[in-house]
C-alpha cells in the first residue's frame, strides 16, 4: 500500500479543528489530517514523506488577486481565451500578442 506523509501548515475549512501539521495519505486517500507525531505513528517505515515546512497547504484552488488580460501569462505563459468562450477586449488583445 502506497503511503505518503504531508508535513506543513494545513487549512481544513473543519469548524472544529481548522490547522493541522501533517496529513497521511494512503493510496491517493487522506487517512488522516493532524498532528506530524500521530501521521508518524499511523504510516508503515516506508511512508513518502514530503515536508513543506512552514508552508500553507489548502483545498482547492485560491487565487487571491489576478486580472483577466494576465490570466497565464505569469507562471506558464499566454493563455488562449478564445477557447473559453470569452469575446472581451482581453480575448482579442491576448492574440494579438
Avoid: W
Avoid at 24 to 33: H, P
Amino acid at each position: 500500500m502506497k503511503q505518503t506523509i504531508i508535513l506543513g501548515n494545513f487549512i481544513t475549512m473543519d469548524e472544529k479543528r481548522p490547522f493541522a501539521k501533517a496529513a497521511l495519505v494512503k493510496n491517493g486517500v487522506f487517512a488522516y489530517i493532524g498532528s506530524a507525531e500521530e501521521a508518524k505513528k499511523l504510516a508503515s517505515a516506508d511512508a513518502q514523506v514530503l515536508d513543506y515546512g512552514e508552508n500553507y497547504i489548502y483545498p482547492g484552488f485560491m487565487e487571491s488577486h489576478c486580472h483577466g488580460s494576465f490570466a497565464g501569462e505569469r507562471a506558464i505563459g499566454q493563455a488562449n481565451l478564445m477557447e473559453g468562450g470569452m469575446t472581451t477586449d482581453y480575448a482579442r488583445r491576448d492574440l494579438l500578442r
